[in-house]
């Protein structure tokens, strides 16, 4: 992912050095979880997603300007929620933040910065955004960001023994954005 910068925030691909700074909120049982992924036990968890991270380049670290602190992660998926639209050129929206940065519009600042990006500089036709019945912070953010009700279904977290969650789907097209 591209090096974006919003006003208080620099959306910027992770480093291995970062692990100390994704390792403080991925080790918070508020976090993961909500967002179908389990709990970071120790600094190589962590340096190991971030590896991850970087080679699949579809996710970028948030960094708090003020603090030049990651503080989060964001990125723009290669998924299709819905098979009978794979024609569309399209991603998913996904984020976590840490929870000591809750309560502050930092991720709906974060994620009004992808979707531009994504319809003005990648030529997207719909973004996607989704959250766990759950996951009440993120409702809200998708909600915020004038992202549109779609569906429920059912989802198995693999990443967490199975468990089945209901997902709720909502997307943006770039019609209903280029008329706001």
């Not at 990443?159 to 709720?168: A, D, F, H, M, P």
Request: include cysteine.
């Amino acid at each position: 992912m591209e090096l974006l910068e919003t006003e208080r925030l620099i959306l910027r691909p992770w480093k291995e050095s970062d692990y100390l700074d994704l390792h403080e909120y991925a080790k918070d049982p508020r976090v993961g979880p909500n967002a179908g992924w389990p709990v970071h036990k120790d600094y190589e968890d962590s340096k190991k997603i971030i590896k991850m991270f970087i080679k699949n380049d579809d996710c970028s670290a948030i960094l708090l300007k003020s603090e030049n602190k990651v503080i989060g992660s964001i990125g723009l998926h290669k998924r299709t929620p819905d098979e009978n639209i794979q024609h569309l050129k399209q991603r998913e929206i996904g984020y976590v933040l840490n929870p000591n940065y809750w309560g502050n519009e930092y991720i709906p600042e974060a994620v009004r910065c992808l979707i531009d990006y994504g319809f003005k500089e990648l030529g997207l036709d719909l973004i996607w955004c989704g959250h766990y019945d759950f996951n009440k912070n993120s409702k809200r953010v998708v909600e915020k960001c004038g992202f549109n009700y779609k569906f429920n279904r059912d989802t198995k977290l693999q990443l967490l023994n199975n468990k089945i969650v209901n997902e709720s789907y909502y997307n943006i097209n770039k019609d209903e954005y280029f008329s706001k």
